[in-house]
């Protein structure tokens, strides 16, 4: 229907040029011979309504073809980033931990959006330019003759290869350089802003801003280079057709001196000749940025591709009655040496088990390692888990929003009951907009308290059986605490917990405690 509408649009405008310059060629010599009193007469209607409706029917068919093509490829889009964030957020940190939140950001955006050249820019146009291109050959050899078409056909196709494969194979590298350069810059762009404060408190802003200056200076030089070779080719292309339309009127004027051709008809091919540089001027620019969409597939096929396990990783089957089981792991980062060798641990199913170690222990690196979040050595067993971790993560949305992610099919009551548990009902009760009030940036309309509460709220909506818990009571004064420690025994009855901590009195109620001495 795309390509049906696209084809429609620049045949519209093609009859349009070519019935006008028959139809003005026509007045013109009907004018000059009763000028000189030579009886001549030319039909106003038919030409004069083919006009019009060639003039509306290109306007309609344009808007029609805006609207259906680019609604369906921003579906399509959307679409595609649904899947990989859907694959993303189910995959193994391991699958992850090679590229930063920033190129992940870049992946669902810039690499995505880029695609939007495939069908758009580059696959409907080019067959829609080589269709339209054969058919005006045809035309040729029905109002002229075969050689004048075969030339005709010969030139179309030089300038055919020049606006694509032509500039293709000009800027591919260039192109997909290009690419990988203004990923870097957009992700140092991010760093600089995520790290502002640190770079401010060392006395690096300027000398950091600086560095990204001369990284998007050496970005626009090489994007002004793209852009000459690809000027270059779409100017060649549109010589060619040019020549191609003189070409036509020179064929045609020897043929309207030998009488075969009357003289409307001789200006109507160089014309329909020049309406094909509607569609040819907009491939060199798609072939011009193919390297850089070859590029951003490439690298989507490879960091997005379906979750592999971990080659150094074992899973074995839980005994009955345990939630949780590791054997000998390792917990690390990459690229520094590990926190801790050997490791085992067996949780059984609903026993409460406290994690207490100063900062810098490990703690959190082993509940992330627990969790899934960091790549695993060793082997590994437990069931399904919810994990708080320990910096609080709102997104900027609603309370409710935020409290159904960890159980979506929350009824209304379910949420206020478990606002009532944290003690923020009445907080939010007060709000004109309650459960649809509005958290702002990562929760900035709340306190610190307030928000790790929301966060914990949502951890505890969550079913399943395996809760891990990091530091639940960060921002939390003494008694505020204790009140929700005690009520949460009650909702976490029958489940699996592991709780983290720097002290004793940070942890919910615990059947054993474990020391980290790291």
Not at 284 to 303: C, E, H, M, Q, Y
Request: contains cysteine; proline residues 3%; glycine residues 8%.
């Amino acid at each position: 229907m795309g390509g049906f509408l696209i084809l429609a649009t620049l045949l519209s405008g093609i009859a349009l040029l070519a019935i006008s310059s028959w139809f003005i060629t026509e007045t013109a010599l009907v004018g000059l011979l009763v000028a000189a009193g030579v009886g001549a007469t030319i039909h106003l209607y038919v030409p004069g309504g083919a006009i019009r409706l060639f003039a509306v029917s290109r306007t309609v068919f344009r808007y029609l073809e805006r609207v259906y093509n680019h609604d369906t490829v921003l579906r399509l889009l959307a679409d595609i980033r649904v899947a990989l964030f859907r694959g993303l957020s189910l995959a193994s940190r391991s699958h992850r931990s090679g590229l930063t939140g920033a190129q992940w950001l870049s992946r669902l955006t810039t690499d995505v959006d880029s695609l939007d050249t495939l069908y758009l820019r580059l696959i409907a146009p080019t067959a829609l330019a080589a269709l339209v291109s054969i058919l005006v050959v045809m035309l040729a050899a029905v109002l002229f003759d075969m050689q004048a078409a075969m030339l005709l056909g010969l030139i179309l196709l030089v300038t055919f290869l020049i606006a694509t494969i032509g500039v293709y194979l000009r800027t591919r590298h260039l192109s997909a350089r290009q690419s990988d350069r203004q990923e870097a810059l957009r992700t140092a762009v991010v760093e600089h802003i995520e790290g502002f404060a640190e770079l401010t408190a060392a006395g690096r802003t300027g000398k950091h801003a600086a560095w990204l200056m001369r990284q998007a200076h050496q970005v626009t030089s090489e994007q002004a280079k793209a852009d000459a070779r690809i000027g270059w080719h779409l100017a060649g292309a549109h010589l060619l057709i040019n020549l191609s339309a003189v070409f036509a009127l020179w064929a045609g004027f020897a043929l309207y001196r030998a009488g075969t051709l009357s003289a409307p008809v001789l200006v109507l091919l160089p014309i329909v000749l020049l309406g094909l540089a509607e569609v040819y001027t907009v491939l060199p620019d798609a072939f011009g940025k193919l390297g850089a969409t070859v590029a951003s597939a490439r690298r989507l096929n490879r960091d997005c591709r379906a979750n592999e396990p971990d080659a150094d990783s074992g899973t074995v089957n839980l005994p009955a009655g345990t939630a949780l089981m590791a054997k000998n792991i390792t917990v690390k980062h990459e690229g520094y040496a590990p926190l801790f060798k050997h490791f085992e641990l067996q949780v059984q199913a609903g026993e409460r088990l406290g994690i207490l170690g100063h900062s810098g222990s490990g703690k959190s690196s082993l509940a992330d390692t627990f969790a899934g979040l960091l790549p695993l050595h060793g082997t590994f067993a437990c069931l399904d888990r919810v994990y708080l971790t320990q910096q609080t993560v709102l997104f900027e949305d609603t309370l409710r929003a935020n409290l159904k992610l960890g159980s979506p099919t929350a009824s209304d009551t379910d949420l206020w009951g478990i606002l009532e548990q944290v003690e923020l009902a009445e907080r939010f009760a007060s709000e004109p907009d309650q459960l649809d009030t509005w958290l702002g940036c990562a929760g900035s309309r709340l306190s610190g308290g307030e928000a790790r509460r929301v966060a914990l709220a949502r951890v505890l909506l969550n079913s399943a059986p395996l809760v891990i818990l990091d530091e639940p009571f960060t921002g939390l004064d003494a008694e505020t605490r204790a009140r929700i420690a005690k009520r949460m025994d009650g909702l976490l009855d029958g489940k699996t917990v592991i709780s983290l901590a720097h002290r004793p009195d940070a942890l919910p109620g615990t059947d054993r405690v474990i020391h980290l001495s790291c």
